[in-house]
């Protein structure tokens, strides 16, 4: 399957004007860690890029916004063409599995570690199409924003909270786990992307620093570590469903949010190592 990914991408991938245009045009919907959250991680890299690399970068997507291209590969993921990339967004693990120990088959669907690593290579590799170049960006930007919500390194039984439904607050139709991470956490105030990542973007010079001195498995297993607070629902049930209370958000709000600011300080650490490699 992997070996034909990049003709694939040739027929079914946008050019550089016709994804500018796209993107403008597109409702910018998307369905894992949700748009805004996607969005906050964006402007947060976006503060600490150089200007080479930022230029790089626009004249690559010829001006589209980055928190728009980094939306794109959820909205085609369900297409045909592209069916196998929706496994590329997450990886299951038991609790008692290590993540080190999982082999990411490149003859089977892959994962989010898989993922991550090939669209890091294609970046860096000078013979890579443009259009292949926009592809492997939005992919990345994507990703590196995916892994850090917690239940996108799931648990196989439950398929990372998805099959967990639970009652959110007063809202009367249940809904599952993996949305209250994705968007549901995050939606709860009512700033706007850009607002909310002025407030998240206070790390200091040594966080960013250990930060980005991370590699992707070290992000798994960091989210991993997460689960067992995701799951730490207390005693509130109301009849057979779980209900997360004020207090659930509480808790867990930081958690998240501090997921959103090492996503796009990481990010940006990606960047800059894809496109100023000498610090320039």
Same mark, same amino acid.
């Given at each position: ?8 991408f ?31 991680i ?10 080479k ?33 929706k496994?590329? =967004?997450?990886? /299951?693990?038991?609790? *008692?599995? %290590? +993540?080190?120990?999982? #082999?990411h088959? !490149? ?10 690593? =090939?669209?890091? /290579?294609?970046?860096? *590799?000078? %013979? +890579?199409?443009?259009? #292949?170049?926009? !592809? ?19 648990? %196989? ?87 997360l ?32 490699p000498?610090?320039?």
């Amino acid at each position: 399957m992997f070996k034909s990914l990049k003709s694939r991408f040739c027929r079914q991938g946008l050019g550089p004007v016709l994804i500018a245009v796209w993107l403008l045009l597109s409702s910018g919907s998307a369905l894992s860690f949700g748009a805004d959250g996607h969005r906050i991680i964006i402007a947060i890299a976006e503060n600490h890029i150089s200007e080479k690399t930022a230029e790089s970068i626009h004249q690559l997507i010829e001006g589209a916004e980055l928190a728009k291209l980094s939306l794109w590969p959820d909205t085609i993921r369900r297409l045909p063409e592209w069916q196998n990339s929706k496994y590329w =967004h997450y990886i /299951n693990v038991d609790d *008692d599995q %290590q +993540l080190s120990a999982v #082999e990411h088959d !490149e003859n089977g669907h892959g994962d989010i570690l898989w993922a991550l690593q =090939h669209f890091s /290579n294609q970046l860096k *590799d000078p %013979q +890579l199409g443009r259009r #292949e170049q926009i !592809e492997a960006l939005a992919f990345l930007s994507h990703l590196i924003a995916d892994i850090h919500q917690p239940l996108h390194v799931g648990r %196989q039984d439950d398929r990372g909270g998805n099959k967990v439904r639970v009652k959110w607050l007063d809202q009367r139709k249940t809904v599952n786990l993996h949305q209250v991470w994705d968007r549901l956490l995050i939606s709860a105030s009512n700033e706007t992307p850009k607002q909310y990542a002025r407030r998240l973007d206070q790390a200091s010079d040594q966080q960013i620093t250990l930060w980005q001195q991370t590699e992707f498995l070290d992000w798994a297993n960091q989210s991993k570590a997460l689960r067992s607070q995701v799951y730490d629902f207390g005693t509130q049930i109301r009849g057979q469903h779980i209900v997360l209370n004020t207090a659930y958000v509480e808790r867990n709000k930081p958690i998240i949010e501090r997921q959103l600011l090492v996503a796009g300080i990481r990010l940006a650490g990606c960047l800059e190592s894809i496109f100023n490699p000498q610090g320039l």
